[in-house]
């Protein structure tokens, strides 16, 4: 587990459901019109404190992780509250505890901006998603308008050190780790995006 | 309603007080290379400082982008004027002229955010 990772969001938990308000308010429709294409048995990735559980579907059986402990802590009520079953385990996500192809649905939010390692946390994402399996990716990322992109650049230098990158290709790591891209969707200038992929089916066994 | 006159305050807020920032360290004369560079920075700081209080209100990328963008441009730009005395002599004509750059760039980011918004790649389910 990658301790100086969970350390910083284990301090981060204090103050995260400070920036809830506006974000929640703003993204939650998106992040619900996501999610409700979530089918089958779900990972859900970086749960947080559990903000983003009111935009499940009702009734939902899933897995949610973190590898921060003071961030699940936080995250216990809510996923109480929640109409459907939420177990929560503490995790990282570049090393998953987890069988091969056992997920039908993978969800993330802004998670693969603070994950060190993106490739290697996708590529595992990859290996437990069944064949067919989707991923459904609520994230931002890097502007690719000149500007925008080097004042994101340069805002990165200070927010690694207390959250999240602001710099990210996730799209392209996405791509490297193996999933076929079916939907990217820009929410938020080209910064915050709806991300949809999908583990190639297994092809058909010859005789 | 209250996301879309929350943004414009803060706009104007941020123009306003980077305008105004500007306005007090810099001076007539000041070389304008020197001048612009010291607003932007001015700005940027000013900007990230106030992006960072409201964002709690407003969401964090709804307020850092602009505020970021306000900053560094309105920082430049504002510089260059306080450095060759060129009209806005009071402050309260300077904080307006920079509480409306702050507007105009508020409705520049929102009418861009619309062009881009949509699906990117769609090869369906």
Known sequence: VDERTRQKWDTASRTFDLFAFGEERRFGPHKRRLFSKIRGETLMVAAGTGNDFQCLPPGQRLLAIDISPKMLERAGKKAAAYSGSIELREMDVCALPLPDASFDTVATVCTFCSVPRPVAGLRELHRVLKPGGQLLMFEHVRSRIGVLGVLLDLMTSLSRRLGPELNRDTVGNVLKAGFTLRREENIYLDIVKIIEATKQPAPFATP | ?125
């Open chain 2, 1 to 125: 309603m209250y996301f879309v006159i929350g943004d414009y305050a803060a706009g104007m807020l941020i123009g306003a007080l980077t305008a105004a920032g500007v306005r007090a360290i810099l001076w007539p004369g000041i070389d304008m290379v020197i001048a612009m560079l010291l607003g932007m920075a001015l700005g940027m700081v000013i900007a990230m400082l106030l992006g960072f209080l409201l964002s709690p209100l407003l969401g964090m990328f709804y307020t850092m982008i602009p505020a970021m963008l306000i900053g560094m441009w309105g920082g430049m730009l504002f510089g260059m004027r306080d450095a060759m005395e060129a009209n806005s002599s009071s402050l309260g004509s300077a904080t307006a002229v920079g509480a409306l750059f702050g507007t105009i760039l508020v409705l520049a980011i929102k009418t861009y955010d619309r062009i881009l918004q949509g699906s990117v790649v769609d090869i369906g389910d």
